[in-house]
């Protein structure tokens, strides 16, 4: 069955930086957008980032734009999220989402059928 195992959140100064990893598994990942979204406290989850299963599709959220980067390792099964520049509004749990739906759909955020269990960021200022 389809799995996807986030890891490398954890607690970091405003300014800093981290790296997140998702493991997959139980589906063809190359044909597959992956995203990551994200959920703080008494907020709505939101889109964070995206990539497609062609070279060069990424989208990103304008509140993330120029300071995260999001990767895929198609040999590893593994999607990556880059975060730099961190700040206390980043604080959320970061979950990685995965489709095989339309690149015009999932490239901003809708249409995932799969998510992960998530994995905590927190940002202090």
């Known amino acids: 069955q389809v799995q996807l195992v986030e890891s490398g959140g954890g607690l970091v100064q405003a300014g800093g930086s981290l790296r997140l990893s998702c493991a997959a598994s139980g589906f063809t990942f190359s044909s597959y957008t992956m995203g990551w ?3 703080a406290p008494g907020k709505e989850r ?10 060069g599709w990424t989208n ?4 993330v ?3 995260f980067t999001i990767s ?5 099964n593994t999607v990556y999220l880059q975060m ?5 509004e980043d604080t959320a749990v970061y ?24 994995t905590q960021v927190t940002v202090s200022s």
């Open 37 to 39: 979204f994200r959920q």
């Open 46 to 55: 939101e889109f964070v980032a995206a990539i497609g299963w062609s070279v």
């Open 60 to 63: 990103y959220a304008d509140s």
């Open 65 to 67: 734009k120029g300071r």
């Open 72 to 76: 895929r390792d198609n040999a590893k």
């Open 84 to 88: 730099t520049s961190l700040e206390p």
């Open 95 to 118: 979950y990685c989402a995965a489709s095989p739906k339309s690149w015009s759909i999932t490239g901003f955020g809708f249409g995932y059928n799969y998510g992960g269990q998530g």
